[in-house]
């Protein structure tokens, strides 16, 4: 894993900046642009890369876009820092040679850092891309999104499925050179200290402060520990500050105010 603990502290900062670009809400005058995707995005790193640590493509929007979209994504990964952190915000997971194969697709050919993987397969949909030296897998764990409590809050024996899948995957990643992260949503930080104290040296990929109502301060008091240890995502809040031709320049404001 690249060291995001010095990032971190170099820029006073533990943001991501998600990349959801839809066509139907960038600036109207991007749309003149060969690649308007790519415009946007390239303006928005541009403006915000002295604040963020990461950023976080999600690939629902590019595959949409079919290949054209799939060059956006691999023109928009060039275009970034060199020390950020990338994330492909992918949300994969199948059985064996299939995983293996995804894990390939964001951490060879595009060179991601990270991938995001839903566990709900169980071990053999998620070692396959803990095998890769230097890269890291972030599990779903406690999502942000409404529907999280059909499954995540639900178990056996007392003990709610997401506890389950970090208990579980600890003692996976212990077998493979892969990093392990865990996707924890803002939205309910009461349980990020909970969480933390299972997984004390992991980094947490963190949505939902912004546009969802995640507050900032309390996933920093819950969830922080001495490396840093939060990815704090924020995507629409950021990207779509402004609809007109300043929105680079209100996006770069919005990220400033995740710096301490």
């Known amino acids: ?69 799939w060059e956006t994504l691999r023109k928009t990964l060039e275009v970034m820092p060199r020390d950020v952190f990338t994330i492909a915000d992918a949300k994969r997971g199948d059985i064996g040679n299939t995983s293996r194969m995804y894990a390939e697709a964001f951490f060879e050919t595009f060179g991601f850092d990270s991938v995001t993987v839903a566990p709900y397969m169980g071990r053999d949909s998620v070692t396959p891309f803990l095998e ?21 809050w639900t178990g056996t024996e007392g003990q709610p499925l997401y506890q389950t899948v970090v208990e579980k995957s600890q003692a996976w990643a212990k077998e493979y050179p892969g990093e392990l992260g865990y996707v924890v949503g803002a ?39 001495p490396q840093g240890g939060l990815l704090i995502n924020a995507s629409r809040s950021i990207i779509y500050a402004s609809d007109g031709e300043d929105f680079a320049d209100k996006a770069r404001e919005e990220a400033r105010g995740f710096c301490w």
């Open 1 to 69: 894993m690249k060291n995001l603990t010095e990032l971190s502290r170099q820029k006073k900062s533990l943001l991501c900046v998600g990349l959801d670009s839809d066509l139907r809400r960038i600036p109207a005058f991007l749309h003149s642009y060969d690649d308007p995707i790519y415009e946007f995005n390239k303006r928005i790193i541009e403006a915000t890369a002295e604040f963020a640590i990461a950023y976080k493509p999600n690939l629902a929007f590019y595959e949409a876009l079919g290949p054209k979209g």
């Open 132 to 152: 890769f030296p230097g890269k890291t897998v972030f599990l779903l764990a406690l999502t942000s999104n409404e529907g999280a409590a059909d499954f995540q």
């Open 187 to 225: 939205t309910r930080p009461q349980y990020l200290a909970e969480i933390r104290a299972m997984a004390p040296e992991n980094w947490f990929l963190v949505p939902g402060v912004g546009a969802q109502g995640g507050s900032l301060e309390e996933v920093m008091a819950h969830g922080r520990n």
